[in-house]
């Protein structure tokens, strides 16, 4: 397999940014947190590892959450079942031996102090968890103001309280005595603001080079990103997999050398990330798209492209990921690239991506048998929007294509779920 020179933060970065575009409005959360988490850590001195862990867990503390409706009550203080994004996300991360160490932080990140003090886990792991926590909760606590147009100057009194008031049962009393020495001042609040905060994310950034990383450790990161979005829906569940799966198949079919098939994979895995900008209801919507809702869609591609280009190293990936839903006679989106523009690559992620749509139920229709899907593709050639050598390949190969499409192992069935390709 092939060896990637990859940026782990930058990566880290990016994938704080996908999770932002699910905020809608209430962007740069994670960052805030982060840049919080850091400051009281640094307070109390705590080792350099120590924080870089803390900064890390902080940038991704919420990526158990997809839904938009799920993030719409994180803008709560409490609420029931707030901890099931907490178990999600430390799923995800345990999932990714380069970011393993962090899943116990984000577990408990909604943990209070009076039940996390006591738990069996090391000293530093509770603190940034509960660290986390209250940071967080401060963040949230900003939120009437800025969305109110109030200076969150008028709010630093209040929100200093509400922390206070919770010393010893909700946060532990070390970090909330940390956190009330630093918001005294008014640069600590100026410093929340997106300039600022984007500053010392950079700074951090800049701290470390790339490094060398191999397929299977670069492979099970971005299963991270794939996961987050397929979560986002029921009928997105496990398509960027499918996806990913065929499209590899694809280039194996037509001979390319393997670092351009292991590629292919991970923009399969990454093609959708944008989609995570999508309101829930819109992915879940029982028929049809109006003109309008399709205009929200298409942008999804887009936001992919700029959630990827910033992972040096991956920028041929971030490339084919966002051409898949360009045309080769220049009829697709967002760029209407035609076929000079458009590598072989990012014709078979475009081909890839329409048939395990098509394999898949979606709301307004049922899975397509495979013979459908085929014509469909063919249909699609004669009318000059996908690349004919591909296509040619899927119907030499219809059977394996369908088994890759769908992630099953020859003479099995398929899982019963349902997808929005």
């Not at 800025?146 to 970090?175: H, M, N, Y």
């Not at 020495?181 to 790339?210: C, P, R």
């Not at 898949?360 to 996908?386: F, K």
Request: hydrophobic share 45%; net charge negative.
């Amino acid at each position: 397999m092939s060896q990637f020179e990859i940026n782990l933060r930058e990566a880290i970065y990016s994938l704080s940014d996908a999770l932002d575009l699910v905020g809608v409005t209430h962007i740069h959360h994670g960052k805030r947190v982060a840049f919080m988490a850091a400051e009281v850590g640094k307070w109390l001195q705590w080792p350099r590892l120590q924080l870089d862990d803390l900064f890390q867990a902080a940038i991704l503390h919420d990526c158990g959450v997809s839904k938009t409706a799920v993030h719409a009550k994180l803008a709560q203080l409490e609420w029931e079942e707030e901890g099931e994004h907490c178990l999600i996300g430390a799923n995800l991360l345990a999932s990714c031996a380069l970011l393993r160490h962090l899943a116990p932080i984000v577990r408990h990140h909604h943990t209070h102090w009076t039940d996390l003090k006591d738990l069996d886990l090391p000293q530093t792991v509770k603190l940034s968890a509960n660290g986390i926590y209250l940071v967080d909760r401060v963040d949230i606590l900003t939120l009437k103001y800025v969305t109110g147009g109030i200076d969150i100057l008028l709010g630093k009194d209040e929100i200093r309280q509400q922390v206070l008031a919770r010393r010893g049962s909700w946060f532990c009393p070390e970090l909330v005595d940390a956190f009330m020495e630093l918001s005294e001042s008014e640069a600590f609040w100026f410093m929340l603001e997106s300039d600022h905060v984007n500053g010392y994310v950079a700074t951090w950034l800049a701290q470390t080079t790339k490094q060398p990383m191999a397929f299977e450790d670069l492979s099970s990161l971005m299963h991270i990103f794939s996961s987050i979005v397929d979560a986002k829906s029921s009928f997105t569940k496990e398509h960027s997999d499918g996806v990913a799966s065929l499209a590899r198949y694809l280039g194996e079919q037509m001979q390319l050398e393997e670092d351009r098939c292991d590629m292919l994979e991970l923009a399969g895995l990454l093609h959708d990330i944008g989609k995570l900008r999508v309101p829930d209801e819109l992915l879940e919507k029982p028929g049809p798209l109006t003109a309008k809702e399709k205009y929200i869609l298409s942008r999804h591609s887009f936001d992919t492209y700029n959630i990827l280009c910033n992972i040096k190293g991956l920028e041929r990936i971030a490339l084919w990921a966002a051409q898949h839903h360009e045309r080769v006679n220049g009829t697709g989106y967002p760029y209407h690239s035609g076929s000079s523009a458009l590598s072989l690559e990012a014709r078979i992620i475009a081909v890839a991506d329409v048939f395990q749509a098509l394999a898949q139920r979606r709301p307004y229709r049922e899975a397509l048998a495979q013979e459908d899907i085929i014509g469909i593709l063919q249909q699609q050639v004669a009318n000059g929007r996908l690349d004919p050598d591909v296509v040619a390949c899927v119907a030499s190969n219809l059977q394996s294509c369908w088994q890759e499409a769908m992630r099953v192992m020859p003479n099995s069935e398929p899982a019963a779920t349902s997808h929005f390709g």
